[in-house]
């Protein structure tokens, strides 16, 4: 399965609809074609989604909402997906899910009612309330406009409340999935934004590590009576033996933990043509890095599966990476949450995003100078 878009009403945070398409909606030219992932026909997805806003503009949130629905593509109980408290208290919100099945060739929209209800034991749970399937083959799309469109269309699966065999709080789609054995892969790295411990004990590639260090001679992980013993060896220094992940964070950087951990899960979510979700990316990453990282997904001889990047970031620099337009999002908090793709204020490819970004000409993307002057008056007076 491929994710096409997805539309979200009735978040508490958010001002307006949600609305996010991983397809490329501009244009795409013999150059650009390297850098998508083909799906069929004219139809290409954006390898590389980026979310940039300022502090608190809700980039964090929109992801939220992605993990949120790739978890319900993947039959997970809403109740048990970590990102669900971005329903809040929702009387109803509305989800509508378009994705794309490669094992029957057809475009599906999923649309999900879910409801919030305070109970004293659990907190807030949640529950679908209502439930449609759509379904349309890949050679019924004459256009790119088309691709979405099910007006006239029948669902082909109603949420009836007779599925005596179906939690209230996991979708219809697993009946569909079950029958073409359809998963994703997904990668969620939001608990790492801040916190670097290796989630896992088997070896990391020995190109990802002196990519990141070049001083670490080996790193390998051991296990021994059902414990896991760690050696790192620098080079021309003696092998240092570890009992706990956490330790590597007192003779490894901050940034070299979190690029084993990127890199290692990228590496499986290219291979599977899976998702990976990473929040603030330059966090502990110098520039190089993060953009190595976008890079791969961007090339197309390398990420032959149509594995998926979706990131945040606070660097306009990085948005100077991408030739297209149609695969970056302006988050900003205005009274509530919106994200706005940039093909959407900025027409042509060719001007320099970051410069766009910095100068304020897309709104709302520079702290207001005002709360700028009120903070450097309060400093001086702190100072005095």
């Not at 945070?13 to 490329?24: M, T």
């Not at 979405?148 to 999935?177: C, T, W, Y």
């Not at 890095?289 to 976008?294: D, R, V």
């Not at 961007?298 to 606070?314: A, Q």
């Amino acid at each position: 399965m491929k994710l096409l878009r997805i539309t979200a009403e009735g978040l508490p945070l958010f001002k307006e609809k949600l609305d996010i398409c991983f397809y490329a909606q501009q244009r795409v030219s013999e150059d650009h074609r390297a850098l998508l992932h083909p799906l069929f026909s004219n139809i290409y997805l954006n390898p590389a989604n980026g979310f940039i806003g300022i502090n608190a503009s809700g980039k964090t949130s929109v992801l939220k909402v992605i993990l949120l629905v790739l978890g319900i593509m993947n039959n997970e109980p809403i109740n048990h997906i970590e990102t669900r408290d971005i329903l809040g208290n929702a009387k109803k919100a509305l989800l509508n899910i378009y994705f794309y099945s490669e094992s029957n060739q057809e475009i599906c929209r999923l649309e999900s009612a879910i409801a919030s209800k305070k109970t004293k034991t659990a907190g807030v749970v949640y529950s679908i309330v209502s439930e449609k399937i759509w379904s349309k083959h890949e050679d019924e799309i004459t256009t790119r406009k088309s691709l979405l469109d099910f007006d006239g269309k029948e669902p082909v699966m109603i949420r009836s409340g007779q599925e005596d065999f179906l939690s209230e709080d996991v979708s219809i789609i697993i009946a569909r999935n079950k029958k073409t054995g359809e998963r994703l892969r997904v990668v969620n790295l939001l608990l790492f934004t801040n916190i670097n411990i290796l989630p896992f004990s088997e070896d990391i590639p020995e190109e990802v590590i002196t990519y990141l260090d070049p001083t670490v001679e080996n790193l390998h992980f051991d296990k021994k009576n059902q414990k896991t013993v760690i050696y790192l060896k620098f080079k021309g220094k003696d092998e240092i033996v570890l009992n706990n992940p956490i330790e590597l964070n007192n003779y490894l950087s901050s940034g070299t933990v979190k690029g084993m951990i990127t890199f290692t899960l990228a590496q499986e979510v290219l291979r599977s043509g899976g998702y990976i979700v990473v929040d603030e990316i330059e966090n502990h990453f110098n520039k190089e890095i993060a953009t190595t990282l976008m890079r791969f997904f961007m090339d197309n001889r390398l990420n032959k599966n149509g594995g998926t990047l979706i990131f945040s970031t606070h660097y306009p620099e990085l948005l100077d990476e991408y030739d297209r337009n149609d695969s970056i999002y302006i988050t900003r908090n205005r009274s509530g949450i919106t994200a706005e793709n940039l093909c959407m204020i900025l027409k042509r490819n060719d001007i320099k995003k970051s410069d766009a970004y910095q100068s304020g000409f897309l709104e709302g993307t520079t702290p207001a100078y005002e709360a700028y002057m009120r903070l450097k008056k309060s400093m001086i007076a702190a100072i005095k």
